[in-house]
């Protein structure tokens, strides 16, 4: 949704790592986890769009912090299965990367009525409709002033669905051969208008799946009057990174406006890489090895506080505090002042980037324009004090700001500058929401099957907690705790924080042998792709252990792909290792019974009631 100029994200607009890049519905994957039983994923559509597509840089799979962020055309080096994973940095694909921008988590239609329906006069919108789609539906595109899509110049790319590695390397260095003669023409769903389609796409479970299976892993619909591309699948994924000159980002302009003008997620091109190379450099390996032991102290200062409650604990929101500690605090160098005052303000700004874009008094979009302007007056007082401390010859107190300055001077940017604050309000975000998101499934997930949690903790036996001084930053990867990196790994499929991407293309594109036109909005469905294969029982099973045996039919993009890949991929993946050794070898956690782990899927997949637990301590 969110489509057109998108004047009125009817998708609840946005991470991400939110606004639509990311599924154009999350598919609310509700998982009804019932205790001590597999998964129920319950691929769902009553949201829309998905969580924040981390924006961009180097690839960081392990150690890819140590490589430049820019690597020639047709290097290639990935885990198996991860079109995502560079270990030693970023593929190129083909000349002109495309862009992902972050994505939009999905929207829950019943919010989506009642907190914005109302006032667009959507409330009942379908009443009355029969199954033809006929004036109607202009009319209500006309009521959300829905018009022409507004191109948004961005670069494509990517990396990450599931097949083997090596058959993926022609299509990544070569564009995808354009005959029409020997390509399918595009088959799409009778939607004209998209009224009914829109409808649908709110309030049926179903509605890719089913889709999927009907019309093949590309197809085409009408969605609000925009014509929509779905596609799944690692060979529709990888002929669209082929073709980066061919496409280009999207993004709507609620945002865009939200984001900043100056924000990485906005940029493109050799403006776009040249504030990569700098912004990059905050998750450098070296950078990493930085933070770690930051990252264990609050660790053990939440097992404390979990340990220290007698009454039950609501997981989630201790999880998003860390989270974004670990940025804030962490990774910018924050006092616990401006670290505690900016995550109010931040929260505001989040529920407005996930809220239709009216801008009524009081109205959350509103209300989130006022906190952007507070966060950016706040990240400017504190860069300025950076900037003044460096310039005295006094080292900054803590973070790694000061690991921005080179890349600044190559720029000719000064630290306290608006630009550098823009990149920094991005990186919050995307490095907040969906690693907040990815650690509350990852609990939820193991406590709800207790013999997988039982297997790895005979691996998290055999690691040192607290690790080993200087070694923080390689504990617990997968060379060391491979059953961890396996487990992870399974979680990330069955519940992304991002449930996709999108593209628009400038011209004709051939994706898995189809024919897509010029100006057409591609979506990428990760969800979709990731429990796709020939067999769906099994991918619909939280089974770690395929992660192990290498299997290659699996598709991994949990980070997204391409020259957008999650900028903070290397920083989610070391908190999250060290969060899961650190808490499940201090602490066993009991479900409460009677509460509500739907995973709500706004801003990324969340369950409802805040995963109540309670804690007690492994040495009692």
Partial sequence: MGFASLKVVAVGVVHGMAALPAEVRHQQQAVKHKPHQRLDTTVGMKGVMAAFMGDDPAAHGHGAGDQPVEQPEGGRARRQGDLSAEPVGQEREGKGAAQSGPGLAGVEFNQFGRQSGQQLGLAR?????????????????????????????TQPKLRGAGCDPTSLAPLLTSSV???????????????????????????????????????GDVYETSLLGQRTVFIRGGQAISDLFAQGDAVQGWWPDSVRELLGPLSLANRNGVDHKARRRVVGQLFASAALKRYSPSIVELVNALSQELIASEAPVALVPKLRRFAFSVMASTVLGLDPVDRDALFVDFETWCQGLFSLPVALPGSPFARARQARQRLMRRLGSVLNAAQAAMASGAPLAAGGLDLLVGGLDEAGLPLADDDVAEQLLLLLFAGYETTASALSCLLLTLLQHPAELAWLQEELGRLPWPPEEGEAASATDALRAPRLDAVVKEVMRLTPPVGGFFRRTREPIALAGVLVPADRVVQVSIAASQRHGADTEDLADFRPQRHLAGDTAVTLLPYGGGERVCLGKALAELEIRLLAVGLLKQLTFELERDQDLTLRVIPSPTPADGLLVRAYSRAN
Avoid: W
């Fill in 125 to 153: 919108m379908g009443a009355g409709m029969d199954s033809r789609e006929n004036g109607d539906g202009q009319q209500i595109c006309n009521t959300l002033g829905i018009g022409g899509l507004a191109p948004i110049p």
């Fill in 177 to 215: 051969p354009l005959d029409p003669a020997t390509l399918r023409p595009l088959p799409s769903t009778p939607a004209l208008s998209g009224v009914l389609e829109t409808l649908a796409f709110f309030r049926d479970p179903d509605f890719a799946r089913s889709r999927f299976e009907r019309y």
